[in-house]
């Protein structure tokens, strides 16, 4: 089976912008989450989609917005860009997200404000 | 809120020796115990993973031990190789529909 893809790998964006990131998990999975990485905060938990509904929100403000298709693809887009917004983001699929199922990320895509 | 303490931050240690990272989590319905491997510029991959009704998992040169009573969970790398230098990630997995990441253990293995 093909890995989580995640698609652009790279992004460059100006404070005030907004900006649309995409992921396709591993077929057959209907859970998608997402995360943001920076060296300074680890990975930290944005949400979480299951069969189009968003089942679960981390401490981000609104501003972080994201929606899954009939297809479990899922995009999160961000408004207003900051220059605090730079970091990796990373989406991870699972087969249903249950309480233990095993979540496999795709390769992150790097955003850098200016 | 639920949490997950790592330790160490950073960890060197001289090739062939073992390395020890160790967790704490708060949610006491946390029930799935992975660990990830994040190689530099690379993505975050699983290799090792433990269940709440396992006290301890091993696959070749790594073990993971729970203890649900204490909330704590740690990750044994045996004879560590160069290739084992990376950072490592302990997740906790509950109730909720979220991973619970540590804030990352960076492992130095010096030749």
């Known amino acids: 089976k093909a890995g989580v893809t995640q698609t652009p790998r790279y992004l460059i964006k100006t404070r005030g912008q907004q900006v649309t990131l995409s992921c396709s998990p591993i077929s057959g999975h209907r859970s998608v989450s997402w995360y943001q990485q920076t060296p300074g905060q680890g990975l930290q938990f944005l949400f979480e989609?299951?069969?189009?509904?968003?089942?679960n929100k981390g401490n981000f403000p609104g501003r972080f917005s994201g929606r899954q298709f009939s297809n479990s693809r899922s995009e999160m887009n961000v408004s207003t860009l900051e220059l605090g917004d730079s970091a990796l983001y990373l989406c991870?699929?699972?087969?249903?997200?249950?309480?233990?199922?095993?979540?496999?990320f795709g390769p992150g895509t790097r955003l850098t404000v200016l | 809120g639920e949490n997950v303490e790592q330790h160490p931050s950073t960890l060197s240690v001289q090739e062939g020796d073992s390395a020890v990272i160790k967790c704490t989590y708060s949610d006491s319905a946390s029930n799935y115990f992975p660990w990830y491997k994040q190689e530099l510029g690379k993505r975050p991959q699983l290799i090792i993973d433990?269940?709440?009704?396992?006290g301890e998992k091993k696959d070749q040169r790594i073990a993971v031990t729970l203890n649900k009573t204490a909330k704590h969970f740690s990750l044994h790398i045996t004879e560590t190789q160069p290739e084992d230098s990376a950072v490592y990630f302990c997740?906790?997995?509950?109730?909720?529909?979220?991973?619970?990441f540590g804030t990352g253990t960076r492992l130095k293995v010096l030749a």
């Open positions: 991870a699929s699972s087969f249903r997200g249950g309480s233990t199922d095993t979540q496999y």
């Open positions: 997740v906790a997995k509950g109730g909720t529909y979220k991973y619970i």
């Open positions: 433990i269940r709440s009704n396992v």
């Open positions: 989609y299951f069969s189009e509904t968003q089942r």
